[in-house]
């Protein structure tokens, strides 16, 4: 059985959608970020870490994909071959390192980093959100799903980021990501995820 490492609130809320999504039995394992059981299974000390039998995996866009792919059949891995690995990559980096990124700088400077070195970079943060969201909207076109016609790892990770968003009370005027971002969250399988501790930030 997989385990799935996090504390609520966490990251570990698209672990655990993803896992109800594939239909696959875990147990949602509490730590407490950079806790000595934290440290253990992450170099870095941080949430979420996946467990499969003798495997570790750390940072959650990494689970998502590594999840997808296992369980290929289920369809929510990337497409085949070179170029399908090219592009769940490339939506992947695109998601965290772009979109989420503005929304983990402004959770830091609130609540994570010593209090000393916190400034304010509200302002900064919700201008570089709204310039990915836009981004975004034009990646996303008219397709249903980030991939095309079928749900995969891609929208639990941007669906997750735009719950984020939302509980952060970041703007997101764009009706066409605010239907997307509806569509991703409203899934049964997010809401029994969050039944089993992957509740909103
Ligand atoms: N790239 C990592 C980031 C993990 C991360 O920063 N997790 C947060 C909780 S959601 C954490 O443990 N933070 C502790 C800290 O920054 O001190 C991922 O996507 O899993």
Known sequence: MYKAVGSRGSRVSRVLWMLEELAQPYEFVEVKLRSPEAYALNPSGKVPVLIDGELTVTDSAAICVYLGDKHAEKGMGANPGVVGRAEMDSWMHFAQSELE?????????????????????????????????????????????????????????????????????????????????????????????????????
């Open 101 to 201: 990124a503005p929304l983990w700088n402004k959770l830091r400077h609130r609540f994570l980093l010593p209090k000393e070195i916190r400034v304010d970079v509200g302002p900064a943060a919700a201008y570089d959100f709204a310039s990915e969201l836009g981004a975004l909207d034009r990646r996303l076109g008219e397709r249903p799903f980030a991939l095309g016609e079928r749900f995969t790892a891609v929208d639990v990770l941007l669906g997750d980021i735009g719950s984020w968003a939302r509980a952060g009370r970041f703007p997101i005027d764009s009706e066409h990501i605010n239907a997307y971002f509806d569509r991703m969250l409203a899934r049964p399988a997010r809401a029994r995820a969050q039944a089993n501790g992957g509740s909103a930030r």
